[in-house]
């Protein structure tokens, strides 16, 4: 049974980093594409990075480029979210997905349709 653990959320101003976490187990993590989401109240889910199963590709929304890097350990079935110049409208609830494919919508685009698997998600709220 896949299981994902988010850590890292919190409360930042605005400028702010934090770096959110993803533990994964249950399933074969080094085949996995991996995702994160985030949904602010009243919002629909929002794809915000994507990274291949071997690191090599990633994809970001638009809102985020620039301020926002995904990674993966393999090694430690890990995926990782840094976040940078954090903005009030970052402010959402986090989730980290994953996907039965190793590769990225290939469109770059970053869809929920595409993963299978989903976390409980982490609060993260910028504010001053």
């Known amino acids: 049974q896949p299981q994902l653990v988010e850590s890292g959320g919190g409360l930042v101003q605005p400028g702010g980093s934090l770096r959110l976490s993803c533990a994964a187990s249950?399933?074969?993590?080094?085949?996995?594409?991996m995702g994160w989401f985030r949904q602010a109240p009243g919002k629909e889910r929002e794809g915000v990075s994507c990274?291949?199963?071997?690191?090599?590709?990633?994809n970001y929304a638009d809102s985020v480029k620039g301020r926002f890097t995904i990674s993966r350990d393999n090694a430690k079935n890990t995926v990782y979210l840094q976040m940078n110049s954090l903005k009030p409208e970052d402010t959402a609830v986090y989730y980290c997905?994953?996907?039965?494919?190793?590769?990225?919508?290939?469109?770059?685009?970053?869809?929920?349709?595409?993963?299978?698997?989903w976390g409980q998600g982490t609060q993260v709220t910028v504010s001053s």
């Open positions: 249950g399933f074969t993590f080094d085949y996995s594409a």
């Open positions: 990274i291949s199963s071997s690191g090599s590709s990633t």
């Open positions: 997905a994953a996907a039965p494919l190793p590769l990225c919508n290939r469109w770059s685009v970053i869809l929920s349709a595409d993963f299978d698997s």
